[in-house]
């Protein structure tokens, strides 16, 4: 069974610049999250989406950050300017339910450097 | 107070070493609690839930004590390929949401 997929798995931009990334959760997973994890620390959950509606972005920067999944499967983040404190690695997990405890498989991360 | 509390480490201990970590967490009303591992620049991957009663999996324990709002984690004979980051991790009470403690880096030496 095929992963979660992520990319790019880096990338460097300048402080202002916009960069978006992309998941592709594990096939049939209703359940999808967006994690920062900066150095050092767990990893924070930024949004959540159940099929293609948001369940949870209260600590998602909304001034700056978006994210979508239109069409309930893959997903997009949106950095739009970036900060130098965005950098981190953004992680993408997705899970078969949201209404219990079911595994979060992530995928492998991409890596922000903002200069 | 951070919701997740774990020492950061690290633990450097030799080869067939027994070695524990320990958790704390801030909302009593938590539901769930789990470990995670995260190898260097790698992703978080499920090790084992934690229940009540305790729970074994091969060389690993994880133990609950939700008067004290404590889990622990005990591995035994521990081998080179456990070194890693265990992250402690609490799903909340009514939002499913996990929260993740910053992780404990052990450092298992030949």
């Known amino acids: 069974e095929a992963g979660v997929a992520q990319s790019p798995r880096y990338k460097i931009i300048e402080k202002r610049q916009s960069v978006a990334f992309w998941c592709n959760p594990i096939?049939?997973?209703?359940?999808l999250y967006w994690y920062q994890q900066i150095l050092g620390q767990g990893p924070k959950l930024l949004i959540q989406?159940?099929?293609?509606?948001?369940?949870?972005d209260s600590q998602l920067p909304k001034d700056r950050f978006s994210a979508e999944r239109l069409k309930g499967v893959d997903s997009t983040l949106k950095i739009q300017p970036a900060k130098l404190e965005d950098s981190a690695v953004y992680l993408c997990?997705?899970?078969?339910?949201?209404?219990?405890?079911?595994?979060?498989?992530f995928g492998p991360g991409t890596r922000l450097t903002v200069l | 107070r951070k919701e997740v509390e774990q020492d950061p480490g690290p633990f450097n201990v030799p080869e067939g070493a027994t070695v524990a970590f320990n958790c704390t967490y801030s909302?009593?009303?938590?539901?769930?609690f789990f470990w995670y591992r995260q190898d260097c620049r790698k992703e978080p991957k499920l090790l084992m839930s934690?229940?009540?009663s305790g729970n074994e999996d091969g060389r690993f324990t994880a133990q609950l004590n939700r008067a004290s709002q404590y889990i622990s984690l005990l591995i035994r004979d521990s081998k080179l390929s456990d070194s890693a980051t265990y992250l402690c991790?609490?799903?909340?009470?009514?939002?499913?949401?996990?929260?993740f403690g910053s992780g404990t880096r052990l450092l298992v030496r030949p």
């Open positions: 989406f159940q099929n293609n509606g948001v369940v949870d």
């Open positions: 096939s049939g997973h209703a359940t």
């Open positions: 997990a997705s899970s078969a339910r949201l209404y219990s405890y079911n595994e979060q498989f």
């Open positions: 934690v229940y009540s």
């Open positions: 909302n009593s009303a938590s539901q769930s």
């Open positions: 991790v609490v799903q909340g009470d009514s939002s499913y949401k996990l929260i």
